[in-house]
């Protein structure tokens, strides 16, 4: 709760920092409404509806392919806005103009002029963050902005806007106690943010998921771009494509491919396709170059910065220590374990991979004792957090793991030539700051040369 006008930004981010993350819990946030959010917008005068909006909901991928669709359309040339959650380091990764953080002046200057107007009816911090979103973007005239849902989509906070462009990434099984429990339900959820007449942009979805969504599409006469083909290939393996050189002014192409790192996942593939399809749906009224389309997707992550759907975090190396590259995957749920561990075989097999896991406890899930069995260097770690699993539930969920406090009981990360120097650390993307320390500790000690 905002109580008084803060003074400085860190006044101002503490005060932040305070507000409960989520309003409810399990079934009780299905009763939520976002009456309270339109009526927050009113207040700062509607500053939703005049932005042009693309809105994005998944399971998964929605992160990256709204980083994808700023980059292109900062490269374009628009004043572009990007609304992401959550954050690694800094919670002002989250809301960008231009790919740039919002200033801290800013943030400031919102929690000033509208703590009266909060303090007797306070948002949850997610509201607070998407209200924030909305009134900075407006204060830029932004002339795009590309807005993440923060769970689900029908009730989601970012749910109250008009946009020209709705995209659905992917469904899967995330957050059943609020969202449904099955992919159907699930699909319903995520289908909330589909509007009368607007076009829609699908990943690939499963079948059952699927039908949801396009006969509510098809009810409300909203236009379905799906991709043409499936670039996902049964048992772990994907499609290998070739990329086309980059296209110039001189010999455009169409919408023409870009060229994807070989350190990046292959999903990024398949965000791609839905970028692209976006872009087309989009073209009359926001024209896109073949090139700008071409070097925003080749180089959206570098210009962004870390986003942890799969970092590399550091290359270690020294004289009397074996080298090690430690990874970083925010992957939490089935659908992107699965996803994760296919990329990671390209790399190299399980038995060279030393994986570190942490969750949140509404992550637990059996089927995770298949997905991570053939990784036997497996160790967990039980976060400081309220929501975080604990060390007893994770070692009933992965009892092979061993339990870790800190990176130097890792026998992999100490000077043991045989040991194999690939490190990935996955479960939650609020584990991303406690591994960035844990590359400083190893740093300055096991290979400090």
């Not at 008084?4 to 079934?27: R, S, V, W």
């Not at 002046?105 to 998407?130: I, S």
């Not at 593939?269 to 700008?292: E, G, H, M, W, Y």
Request: a neutral charge; aromatic letters at 8%.
């Amino acid at each position: 709760m905002i109580t008084h006008p803060p003074q400085t930004y860190d006044e101002a981010l503490g005060e932040i920092l305070k507000i409960p993350m989520f309003g409810n819990a399990g079934m009780a946030a299905m009763n939520y409404s976002l009456d309270r959010m339109h009526r927050w917008c009113r207040h700062l005068g509607n500053p939703q509806k005049k932005l042009p909006i693309i809105h994005v909901a998944g399971t998964n991928g929605k992160g990256t392919t709204c980083r994808m669709l700023a980059a292109v359309y900062e490269q374009a040339g628009y004043r572009t806005a990007l609304y992401t959650s959550p954050h690694l380091t800094d919670l002002r990764e989250r809301i960008r103009y231009q790919l740039q953080m919002i200033p801290k002046d800013a943030v400031l200057t919102f929690c000033r002029e509208n703590h009266a107007a909060l303090k007797d009816d306070t948002p949850t911090f997610f509201e607070l963050l998407t209200l924030l979103a909305f009134w900075y973007f407006e204060k830029e005239h932004a002339e795009i902005a590309i807005i993440e849902t923060g769970l689900g989509g029908r009730l989601d906070a970012t749910n109250i806007i008009t946009p020209r462009c709705t995209v659905i990434t992917s469904i899967g099984m995330d957050h059943c106690d609020i969202l449904g429990d099955t992919l159907a339900k699930i699909a319903a959820e995520k289908a909330g943010i589909i509007k009368l007449g607007i076009p829609l942009i699908l990943g690939e979805l499963a079948q059952e998921a699927r039908e949801v969504i396009i006969e509510r599409a098809e009810a409300i006469r909203a236009p379905v771009t799906e991709p043409l083909s499936s670039t996902r290939v049964k048992k772990g393996a994907w499609e290998q494509v070739s990329s086309p050189a980059p296209p110039t002014p001189s010999s455009p192409s169409n919408l023409a491919s870009a060229s994807i790192s070989k350190d990046r996942p292959p999903t990024d593939r398949i965000n791609q396709t839905i970028v692209k399809n976006t872009v087309r749906a989009l073209q009359k009224t926001f024209p896109v170059s073949d090139l700008a389309l071409h070097e925003g997707l080749t180089h959206w992550h570098e210009r962004i910065g870390p986003h942890a759907n799969f970092e590399k975090m550091a290359c270690f190396e020294s004289e009397t220590a074996l080298p090690q590259t430690w990874y970083f995957s925010g992957a939490h749920n089935l659908q992107a374990w699965e996803d994760l561990t296919c990329h990671m075989n390209t790399i190299a097999p399980p038995s060279e991979w030393t994986v570190v896991v942490t969750l949140m406890s509404d992550k637990i899930a059996p089927s995770m004792r298949e997905i991570f069995e053939p990784y036997r260097k497996l160790y967990l770690y039980a976060m400081d957090s309220e929501r975080a699993a604990t060390s007893d539930m994770l070692q009933q969920t992965l009892p092979w793991g061993t339990i870790i406090q800190e990176p130097s009981e890792i026998p992999t990360l100490c000077k043991q030539k045989e040991r194999s120097g690939l490190v990935i650390f996955t479960g939650s993307l609020y584990f991303y700051s406690t591994v960035e320390r844990w590359v400083q500790t190893i740093q300055t000690t096991v290979f400090r040369g």
